[in-house]
């Protein structure tokens, strides 16, 4: 059983974002402030944001299982919560790198209509690669600062896919004083259109 919690938007839902938390054995939850602005920024959006505990944090059962249980946690999740219809996954960290796996998983079965990733574990876990047509549905967010996370290490991830990166001036990994311009930048991304594009 996992510990989940869902946050409806007002009218009509565009559909079901699914978001994955950081690491588990650091203190990372579905209430991190990351996470809980990007579940704000969906909703705002006219998604219903879907946050949910790995396997043995809070009320979720089970124990770490250093990626891959949890990347199962997060397509349970998926299945049960948005087994059909618009979906978005997104990720914070540790759960940026569960997230990429995910994606992977999903690509053959469903489409997906947006993904975010930040702050992704590059330099710590091996994330995997955004299939090429699903870097303009993409928004990879990094702060300047990460001392948890090096830039440098995500530029050497997404480089050989020249796949875009966003990088806020100055900010650390947990986005402190930031939230409201990450909050802005994930809602801009989620209401572009990309058939205009």
């Known amino acids: 059983m996992l510990e989940a919690a869902v946050d409806e938007p007002h009218g009509a839902v565009r559909g079901v974002a699914v978001i994955a938390h950081p690491h588990p054995l650091f203190g990372g939850t579905m209430d991190n402030k990351v996470v809980q602005t990007l579940a704000r920024a969906f909703v705002q959006c006219g998604w219903s944001a879907v946050r949910f505990n790995f396997r043995g944090v809070g009320g979720s059962e089970g124990v770490h299982d250093h990626g891959q249980g949890e990347l199962q946690d997060l397509l349970a999740v998926v299945q049960d919560q948005a087994p059909e219809g618009a979906l978005a ?29 930040v702050g992704t574990a590059a330099s710590r876990f091996n994330v995997a690669p955004l299939a090429p047509e699903l870097h303009e549905r993409a928004l990879v967010v990094h702060g300047e600062m990460d001392d948890t996370v090096p830039l440098a290490d995500v530029m050497t991830w997404a480089r050989p896919q020249k796949l875009p990166v966003t990088v806020l001036p100055g900010v650390g990994h947990f986005f402190h004083g930031q939230l ?4 802005a930048l994930v809602a801009r991304h989620l209401t572009s259109d990309i058939s205009s594009l």
């Open 180 to 183: 409201p311009l990450l909050r």
């Open 89 to 117: 996954l997104a990720g914070f960290s540790f759960g940026a790198f569960v997230t990429s796996n995910a994606i992977e998983s999903l690509r053959q079965q469903r489409q997906l209509d947006k993904v975010v990733l």
